[in-house]
């Protein structure tokens, strides 16, 4: 049974708490949470908007006893939402749940909520599967940040990407620390990696139309979903030819295991920029860092989503309002589904392990048109 914690956001800047809607563009300008203020946007591009993504501030377990906290999370859903919907409706839940199990935040924690959401996803796809053989092939990218007591997780499965901004004594200037780790072939490190666990696959990456892909297929090598690339059993008809490998397989050839770090956030740290890679596609970290600092933190997020559109009409020399006038579907020749969360930090409140402010729970990508 798939069951959702999902609760309304009901303080804010907006006439019903959960954004506004202009065209394919979503936004929450600005929100409170534990330890600061938030900034939320989406702009579509795909026929159906494939990125998920939310904001939870308050009890970070399941029995409410465990530690007070804001988790950031998004999903950038790639062969369509079904992947990145299941991962937004459950993974906090889950995440919760383990939380009050282990009585505190952990890595293994964390790493727990991952493979519990994607076994679930992974049963779902079992439970579909000749009704909806293409869900298979469905899967998203899941990037993932913890404030709490004054530390900051951050788990990644993907190529999603946070930039923390951090204001340097020295010079008075921002500097923009990539705390995320990706999983994208199209790296190095990343083909180095999965060359390694399959050492016996002279396939296992492969340039196609000057991109490298796991298979020829997908660029990322870590996801929730794919299941087609994780069990053989669904890489098979009635599974659509084109994800279809000639030869079987014996271990999953993506994983979902995220990349975990830590981090003891300093008094010199202002803000997180957590986006999908269709921002990062346009915008460079310290571009996107100057852009927080040197702006308003209302509606921040709506400005670095517009800054990325800006930036790819540019590329086609065309003018924003023209590119905005683009349908969804047709709008992915130009860019991706961008999600943008601006998360700011006031140090004063980071480390008091005492606060108890009302719950915060807020989601973008439901506003889907399709």
């Given at each position: 049974?798939?069951?959702?914690?999902?609760?309304?956001?009901?303080?804010?800047?907006?006439?019903?708490?959960?954004?506004?809607?202009?065209?394919?563009?979503?936004?929450?300008?600005?929100?409170?949470?534990?330890?600061?203020?938030?900034?939320?946007?989406?702009?579509?591009?795909?026929?159906?908007?494939?990125?998920?993504?939310?904001?939870?501030?308050?009890?970070?377990?399941?029995?409410?006893?465990?530690?007070?906290?804001?988790?950031?999370?998004?999903?950038?859903?790639?062969?369509?939402?079904?992947?990145?919907?299941?991962?937004?409706?459950?993974?906090?839940?889950?995440?919760?749940?383990?939380?009050?199990?282990?009585?505190?935040?952990?890595?293994?924690?964390?790493?727990?909520?991952?493979?519990?959401?994607?076994?679930g996803f992974l049963s779902l796809v079992k439970k579909q599967w000749l009704s909806k053989p293409y869900i298979a092939s469905t899967g998203t990218c899941c990037l993932v940040g913890?404030?709490?007591?004054?530390?900051?997780?951050?788990?990644?499965?993907g190529d999603s990407r946070v930039v923390l901004g951090r204001v340097e004594r020295a010079t008075r200037e921002t500097s923009a620390?990539?705390?995320?780790?990706?999983?994208?072939?199209?790296?190095?490190?990343?083909?180095?990696?999965?060359?390694?666990?399959?050492?016996?696959?002279?396939?296992?990456?492969?340039?196609?139309?000057?991109?490298?892909?796991?298979?020829?297929?997908?660029?990322?090598?870590?996801?929730?979903?794919?299941?087609?690339?994780?069990?053989?059993?669904?890489?098979?008809?009635?599974?659509?030819?084109?994800?279809?490998?000639?030869?079987?397989?014996?271990?999953?050839?993506?994983?979902?295991?995220?990349?975990?770090?830590?981090?003891?956030?300093?008094?010199?740290?202002?803000?997180?920029?957590?986006?999908?890679?269709?921002?990062?596609?346009?915008?460079?970290?310290?571009?996107?860092?100057?852009?927080?600092?040197?702006?308003?933190?209302?509606?921040?997020?709506?400005?670095?989503?517009?800054?990325?559109?800006?930036?790819?009409?540019?590329?086609?020399?065309?003018?924003?309002?023209?590119?905005?006038?683009?349908?969804?579907?047709?709008?992915?020749?130009?860019?991706?589904?961008?999600?943008?969360?601006?998360?700011?930090?006031?140090?004063?409140?980071?480390?008091?392990?005492?606060?108890?402010?009302?719950?915060?729970?807020?989601?973008?990508?439901?506003?889907?048109?399709?």
């Amino acid at each position: 049974m798939v069951r959702s914690c999902w609760k309304p956001y009901v303080d804010g800047d907006d006439d019903d708490g959960s954004g506004r809607v202009d065209g394919l563009l979503w936004y929450k300008d600005l929100g409170n949470h534990l330890y600061g203020e938030f900034s939320m946007a989406v702009v579509q591009a795909n026929r159906s908007l494939e990125d998920r993504s939310q904001l939870e501030s308050g009890p970070l377990s399941s029995n409410h006893l465990g530690p007070q906290g804001t988790f950031i999370g998004v999903y950038d859903g790639h062969g369509g939402t079904e992947a990145s919907q299941f991962v937004s409706d459950n993974l906090f839940c889950n995440l919760k749940r383990l939380a009050a199990e282990h009585q505190g935040m952990s890595e293994y924690v964390i790493k727990r909520a991952f493979s519990a959401t994607e076994a679930g996803f992974l049963s779902l796809v079992k439970k579909q599967w000749l009704s909806k053989p293409y869900i298979a092939s469905t899967g998203t990218c899941c990037l993932v940040g913890i404030i709490c007591d004054g530390m900051l997780y951050v788990a990644n499965s993907g190529d999603s990407r946070v930039v923390l901004g951090r204001v340097e004594r020295a010079t008075r200037e921002t500097s923009a620390i990539q705390l995320s780790s990706e999983h994208n072939v199209n790296q190095e490190t990343a083909r180095d990696e999965i060359r390694s666990k399959h050492p016996y696959d002279s396939q296992i990456v492969v340039m196609r139309h000057n991109v490298w892909r796991v298979k020829g297929l997908i660029q990322v090598s870590r996801s929730i979903g794919d299941a087609y690339l994780k069990k053989a059993e669904f890489n098979r008809e009635p599974l659509p030819s084109k994800f279809r490998l000639a030869e079987t397989f014996f271990k999953p050839i993506l994983s979902c295991e995220p990349t975990i770090s830590l981090h003891k956030l300093h008094p010199d740290d202002q803000f997180l920029i957590f986006a999908s890679d269709g921002l990062w596609e346009h915008i460079s970290n310290q571009e996107a860092a100057n852009i927080v600092t040197n702006n308003p933190p209302n509606g921040i997020a709506r400005r670095l989503v517009k800054t990325a559109l800006r930036e790819a009409a540019k590329k086609r020399e065309m003018r924003l309002a023209d590119l905005q006038k683009i349908e969804q579907g047709v709008r992915r020749d130009f860019h991706d589904d961008i999600t943008v969360i601006v998360v700011f930090l006031d140090h004063n409140l980071t480390h008091n392990s005492s606060l108890w402010g009302s719950p915060v729970s807020i989601k973008g990508g439901g506003h889907a048109t399709s």
